[in-house]
């Protein structure tokens, strides 16, 4: 089975507990707060990659002795996954100010010109959408707490670490956007290793290993980290180059460049005063963007960023052979960071 066809296997079935799971709780509400939750089911169900629950899958069937779960713990671990991402993904966007998400607007946007002539309340789309970026937290936990997961408390323990750890990275990630002063050269790559390679790589493919029966082998434990984390942060040095580069990421053009973040490009570029005293600033007229832009090209930022990646994804290539797990699992692997590093 290539990747394709294992995205297929499993993906309509992710999609259908996730709006299990919603449609579940709407039984018990009223109207109005049915709607919220229908927003905010229908935000979560927006086309993404869905590698979170798809690599949970992946870990889950790499070290599985027997069926540990069944396929509808299965896909309600996986699709909780997908569900805590558009939680961190509503929040994300309220403080980035971002206005489209997945090629749709930002649920705050979307709620606010819902309830904007019912409501006398300017921020009433940011209001709601906070606390239904809360609900889903709790939702997942009310989900994975009915299900008899193996090493439940392991598990519990990684799921929480790996949400302590994207938060942590958050923290760093605002504290260095826009920042003035003392950056920290290599910044760029913890948080990334925080917010991109824990959260989305490392943690899901853990966490499927910890619902087996296998999970007891801190060896192997410690070659799963030095497979996966690479490819993480690699595929976070990715997201910065297209952010900026690629009109058709579907995030919003130079979005980075506006906020001021410090990414990869800027980790890894030599700039002088007049940069940062144009790349600081809270608004930025789209001459000096393109400044901005220019500075980057020609600060070779772009090209050692690609070095990096690239070096990053081949290390994780190298360490998935020394994983535990079948061949064909390795295969799969392989073709998830060769699909991620493409530009």
């Given at each position: 089975m290539d990747f394709v066809e294992f995205k297929k296997?499993?993906?309509?079935?992710?999609?259908?507990?996730?709006?299990?799971?919603?449609?579940?709780k709407k039984l018990t509400l009223n109207k109005e707060l049915s709607e919220l939750i229908e927003e905010v089911k229908n935000f979560s169900l927006r086309p993404g990659k869905r590698i979170r629950p798809l690599l949970f899958i992946l870990g889950y069937e790499a070290?599985?002795?027997?069926?540990?779960?069944?396929?509808?713990?299965?896909?309600?671990?996986?699709?909780?996954?997908?569900?805590?991402?558009?939680?961190?993904?509503?929040?994300d966007d309220i403080m980035d100010r971002a206005t489209m998400r997945r090629g749709a607007p930002t649920l705050h946007l979307s709620l606010n010109a819902k309830y904007m002539n019912i409501v006398n309340n300017k921020k009433i789309g940011e209001d709601l959408s906070i606390v239904l970026g809360d609900l889903?937290?709790?939702?997942?936990?009310?989900?994975?707490?009915?299900?008899?997961?193996?090493?439940?408390?392991?598990?519990?323990?990684?799921?929480?670490?790996?949400?302590?750890s994207t938060a942590y990275g958050q923290l760093l990630d605002s504290l260095y956007s826009l920042r003035k002063k003392q950056r920290i050269k290599g910044m760029s790559f913890e948080i990334a290793k925080l917010k991109t390679a824990y959260y989305s790589f490392y943690y899901p493919f853990y966490l499927g290993y910890l619902a087996t029966n296998s999970a007891s082998n801190l060896e192997?434990?410690?070659?799963?980290?030095?497979?996966?984390?690479?490819?993480?942060?690699?595929?976070?040095?990715?997201?910065?180059?297209?952010?900026?580069?690629?009109?058709?990421?579907?995030?919003?053009?130079?979005?980075?460049?506006?906020?001021?973040?410090?990414?990869?490009?800027?980790?890894?570029?030599?700039?002088?005063?007049?940069?940062?005293?144009?790349?600081?600033?809270?608004?930025?007229?789209?001459?000096?963007?393109?400044?901005?832009?220019?500075?980057?090209?020609?600060?070779?930022?772009?090209?050692?960023?690609?070095?990096?990646?690239?070096?990053?994804?081949?290390?994780?290539?190298?360490?998935?052979?020394?994983?535990?797990?079948?061949?064909?699992?390795?295969?799969?692997?392989?073709?998830?960071?060769?699909?991620?590093?493409?530009?």
């Open positions: 296997l499993h993906l309509e079935k992710i999609d259908f507990y996730l709006n299990k799971i919603f449609e579940e070290y599985k002795e027997n069926e540990e779960l069944t396929e509808e713990q299965l896909y309600s671990i996986a699709a909780s996954l997908e569900i805590m991402h558009a939680f961190l993904l509503i929040h889903l937290f709790f939702y997942v936990l009310n989900v994975i707490s009915k299900i008899n997961i193996p090493n439940f408390r392991d598990f519990l323990e990684a799921f929480s670490e790996c949400y302590i192997e434990i410690e070659t799963i980290k030095k497979a996966i984390i690479p490819a993480g942060i690699a595929f976070q040095i990715r997201d910065d180059i297209i952010s900026v580069f690629d009109k058709s990421s579907g995030k919003t053009n130079t979005a980075d460049i506006m906020e001021g973040k410090y990414t990869s490009l800027i980790d890894l570029g030599d700039y002088d005063k007049s940069f940062f005293s144009i790349f600081i600033k809270s608004e930025k007229t789209s001459e000096e963007i393109q400044f901005l832009i220019e500075s980057i090209k020609k600060s070779k930022a772009y090209d050692r960023a690609l070095e990096k990646m690239n070096k990053l994804f081949d290390e994780s290539l190298e360490k998935i052979e020394d994983l535990k797990i079948d061949e064909e699992y390795k295969q799969l692997l392989r073709e998830i960071i060769n699909t991620l590093r493409s530009i």
